[in-house]
């Protein structure tokens, strides 16, 4: 029997794992980020955002494996909108999970938070990703020209978004 792939809650537990992920230089350019994130200041973070109503943070799992990061961050509910986030663990990407983790995102943000609009950013030359959002339902709403400075070049960004009726006129 398959183990299930679903979304929990991240836990001060996963931290080290959070932890490996951050300081991954490969990971990180994608989030355009420097791979650089101490121990301490993750912790400081999660003590900080254990009850933020804007944000949600998920551990991606299959079993009791840890295959990724899932984020609803900028939750704002005036609006009924958030971005999307997701980090896979490089040993498990090329299996699925992206797309698997991708709805379990949106069934969570359009039928638990009731949003309006999920969006996500994500650098023009990530194909793979464009790939499995387009899949997903997402289109590109825009694109932001020379947005982020990556291994010493200017990366172009796609902001893509997934509105809650296209989502449920789907499923």
């Known amino acids: 029997m398959d183990e299930e792939i679903g979304l929990r809650t991240l836990e001060k537990e996963d931290l080290e794992f959070i932890h490996t992920l951050h300081n991954n230089a490969d990971i990180m350019s994608y989030w355009f980020e420097e791979a650089y994130k101490s121990m301490a200041t993750l912790k400081d973070q999660y003590d900080k955002n254990m009850s933020?109503?804007?944000v949600r943070h998920f551990i991606l799992k299959k079993g009791n494996k840890k295959l990724g990061l899932v984020e609803l961050v900028a939750i704002d509910p005036i609006h009924r909108k958030a971005e999307f986030t997701i980090m896979i663990d490089p040993?498990?990407?090329?299996?699925?999970?992206?797309?698997?983790?991708?709805?379990?995102?949106?069934?969570y943000a359009f039928s638990t938070l009731n949003l309006h609009k999920l969006y996500l950013i994500v650098d023009q030359i990530n194909e793979k990703a464009i790939h499995i959002y387009k899949k997903a339902g997402f289109q590109i709403e825009a694109q932001l020209k020379d947005e982020y400075f990556v291994n010493g070049t200017y990366h172009h960004a796609v902001i893509m978004c997934m509105f809650q009726e296209d989502y449920f006129s789907m499923n």
Do not use: E
Not at 92 to 103: D, F, I, M, P, V
């Open 91 to 107: 040993t498990y990407q090329g299996n699925g999970y992206a797309s698997k983790a991708t709805c379990l995102a949106m069934d």
């Open 52 to 54: 933020n109503p804007h």
